[in-house]
Structures are given as C-alpha cells and as structure tokens.
C-alpha cells in the first residue's frame, strides 16, 4: 500500500530538526528535499542498471498524494543527514546521507534482479537452447545474480561469441581443407535464429568475456 504524504509527515515529523509537530511546514520542506535527492540517486540507478521503467519525477508534495519514492527508512536518514548539514557536521551529514542512498539501491537492485531472473525464464521456457533467445535466457539467469545484464546485453554477448565462433570454425575448415560446408551465416538476427555452433561453445564464449569485462 503506498505511503500517504501525510502519513509520511506523521511517521517522519519526530525526525525533523529536534522533532516538531507533523503539521509544522518544516516537516513539509525536510521531506519534500529528502525525496528530490533519493529520486535523484534512483534515477541514475535506474539508468545505470538499464531498468526498463520511467523515471520518477519529483514534485513538491503539501498535504495530499503519496510519497514519490515509497521508502520512509531511507527518507527518514535523509532527514537526519539534512539536519547535520544545516548544522555544518559534514561528515556525519554524509555518513548518513550514504547510507540512505544505499537504502535506495539495495531495494532498486532487488527489483531490477527480480524482473530480470523473470524475463529470462520466460525466454528460456519459450526458445530451446540452440536457438539464439533460449541461449540468452540460460545465461541470464546463471549471471542475474552477479551482473544483473539485460536481455539486451546478453544478446549482445551471444551474436558476438556467436560471429566468433563461426568465423573460426570457417578458417580452420579452409585451413586444413576439411571436406565438409562451411556456415553460411555468422549471425543470429533474430529470436530463434537456430545456432549452428554448439550452443555450450557460445555459452564458454560469453561467460569467459563477461568475466573479463565485469572484472
């Protein structure tokens, strides 16, 4: 159920400076200014992690409405770090200021793993392994956990692991003169492109540049 502002102003207000009445306009500010800097911490999360939603838009709050960001625990640590900064203690402001923005990554982060660990069990129920998005949801969801990649890059990872492996295979078969077909094609253009290359050589291919690069 989402927060009311003025649910938040009752819960927050004993925060607020040295605590004050909920009804005090000060409540109001500390809040509305605690919401703009995690929205903004958000929003370049959210950016970051490639999470396919619409940034949220601050916009000052009174009486009515919800809370923008729903999350009172790292808004109420925001407001204790305003208040240390207004009284000039600048490393306790941005302790705690810290600490609320991790507040905020932490439950962004949780959100991106679980939509993304859904999306690529679904490709990965829909597509068998040798077609390119059956590929893609077996190494999304062996990786989801530490790299939290969306399916976008990970096919990324695929056509390119796959146009490797291709070109490769071609030039040992012109090299030792192999009496069997080269592959036609080094790409995989669309979801159920069939791959011609064992699909657990791509797989190898991919995990070892995702470990280089995420290093």
Known sequence: MATSFQNAKIALAPY???GLDFENDRVTARINEA??????????LSRREELEKSPLVFIENGKSGNLILDDLDATKVMILSLWR????ELEMATALEQKALAFVERNLLQEVEYARREEFQGLEDTYVITQRDGLVGRIGLETVARYRLSSNRIRSYVRQAYRNAVDHYNFVIRREAFDRPKIASNDLPQEDSTLEISPEVIREIVINQLTQDRA
């Open 35 to 44: 919401q703009r800097r995690l929205i903004d911490h958000y929003n370049f």
């Open 16 to 18: 607020v400076d040295n």
């Open 85 to 88: 900064e207004e009284n000039n």
